[in-house]
């Protein structure tokens, strides 16, 4: 039996551990050699709708805040909106130059890794550049992100849909004071501080809408994967932050296709399954 | 396989050449591997303890937080635009690669690595598999001890290798789909890049908001550049070096880690991480059928 076939096939595993065995003793060829942050299934289905991973690419930008920007306030504290909207999309410009010079079409499974503290926001992007197999380099203004999975990337593409880019929105908010009578008054009850609920509502529906007008911008008609992170920010506890980001996503066909998936019944018992420890 | 000396000590050649083998595969691995025609025939290790110097390359580093760009690594001057202000300020900042801390990290690496492969060689091992690679900071911070260990594995019958066996970080079902999708192991690809950013003024203020003062009204929001700088190149360093180590072959399963770590004096290293498993393609790919996607009923 083997790892990739139905237990029915017959394939020669022992076979292809000799061949590979062989390859190895003959040392290296001549071949291009492509890096990949992908498992081997994630490989395999790039593979089966005829895509090929190129280069692992990174894109990073850390950007200023100015000093007393988290004083207190009222209403939103756009410069650390600012700063946030810039760093991402230089992070994301520096991603897109890299894999358009690789030849790349698009970078699928992007991990974000973001921080932000008072003086400046940190947004981070590495992924796996992917093209059609064979396909010729096209312009880094038509390169596709997506922090989707090459499994979940295959999924849309055989549904119809593309994805088109990484859409994202940030708003960070003062909760406004209360007055030292509510402060008072306050103090020995159970209540809802209704400043930082609205202030976070606030925040919300700026980021939201930002996050939205992105994907509309890239002529998409949704998001998916939306991921949301909100709360008061560490080092001032007087304001909320929230930011969100997902995949831009376009019907790439006429209309969508249903992928009719097949209901199954695992025998399988999770806990037996082969696992490793090491990388996969 | 090779019959050139080894560092190996006496009991360790004793044991790999006993008769009972010993493995780090779980049951499920052991049993996939199996599955490939490969036989456990011992767990291999490597160790390597490795000091490097925090003054670089030349004790003239010493007195300065400056580095001469002679160890050939990346090296960029940021100048302040104010001319001099006090003793305090920052007239200048640099962003260098710390080549000799590089150096000292792959040396150690690779020590280890050529050591755990010394072991299988020694037990007539055709590859080892399922490698596990870890660091530990050792006394006063300048000491690394790196540690590989893996199952050495073998495939019976198969003629004896003329060059050192195969390494993987991958075993059982991980190592079968490579194998089964025309890709031969090669060996494990670890390399690592350090660069260290002293600011200059801007940069400073930018970070900490602090060193400025009366200029600050001339800074206006912007990308800091010297923090992008440093990290990217950071990245690109260590992207290079693991494409080096391929002489064609690819990279797969990549996984990069970076860390930064704040010194004194707004002084900070910023490391990458690069680990992965070099493979080579040995027979042309095999188009899949498309995916069915399926729903689990349970």
Known sequence: ?280 | MTSEPTDLPEAAERRMTSGAFTSGLSVADFAACLEMGLEPVGFAQGFCAMQWSPLGSSMSNAMSPYRSTTGGGYSEMFNCPHGFVSNDHRQWGQNYEQTWYESAWHTGFDAALQRMVEEATEAGAHGVVGVVDSQQVMGDGYLLEFHLSGTAVKIPGAPALQQAPFTTYLAGQRLAKVVEAGYAPVGVVATLSSVRMWPFCITEYQLHGSGLSMFATGVSTSEIDQVVRAKSYSRQIARDAAKHALHGDSLHGARVTTSERELGQGEIDYHTVIRGNRIRRFQDFKALPVPQPTVRLS
């Open chain 1, 1 to 280: 039996m083997s790892a990739l076939t139905p237990p029915n096939s017959e394939v020669d595993l022992a076979g292809a551990m000799r061949a590979a065995l062989a390859a190895y003793s003959q040392g290296p060829g001549s071949g291009k050699g492509t890096t990949s942050d992908l498992s081997m299934d994630e490989e395999l289905n790039l593979h089966a709708i005829g895509w090929e991973p190129v280069e692992f690419v990174t894109g990073l930008s850390v950007y200023s805040t100015p000093p007393m920007t988290w004083s207190w306030g009222q209403g939103e504290i756009s410069a650390a909106s600012y700063s946030h909207e810039q760093a991402f999309q230089l992070a994301m410009a520096r991603l897109h130059r890299q894999a358009a010079s690789v030849g790349a079409h698009g970078v699928v499974g992007v991990e974000v890794e973001r921080s932000i503290h008072a003086s400046h926001t940190e947004i981070s992007l590495m992924g796996t550049a992917v093209r059609p197999v064979g396909a010729a380099a096209i312009d880094a203004d038509h390169v596709f992100t997506s922090d989707l999975s090459a499994r979940d990337f295959t999924l849309l593409m055989l549904a119809g849909w593309e994805p088109l880019g990484l859409a994202a929105g940030a708003s960070f908010v003062f909760a406004p004071r209360r007055s030292m009578g509510a402060v008072m008054s306050q103090q020995t009850q159970n209540v809802e501080l209704t400043n930082f609920t609205e202030a976070m509502y606030s925040a919300r529906e700026t980021a939201m809408e930002r996050m939205q007008s992105a994907a509309l911008a890239m002529k998409g008609t949704g998001v998916v994967e939306v991921k949301v992170f909100e709360g008061p920010m560490y080092f001032a506890s007087h304001a909320v932050g929230f930011t969100a980001w997902g995949t831009v996503v376009r019907l790439r066909e006429e209309q969508h296709r249903h992928v009719s998936p097949t209901m199954v019944v695992s025998l399988d018992d999770v806990d037996i399954a082969f696992s490793a420890d090491t990388l996969g």
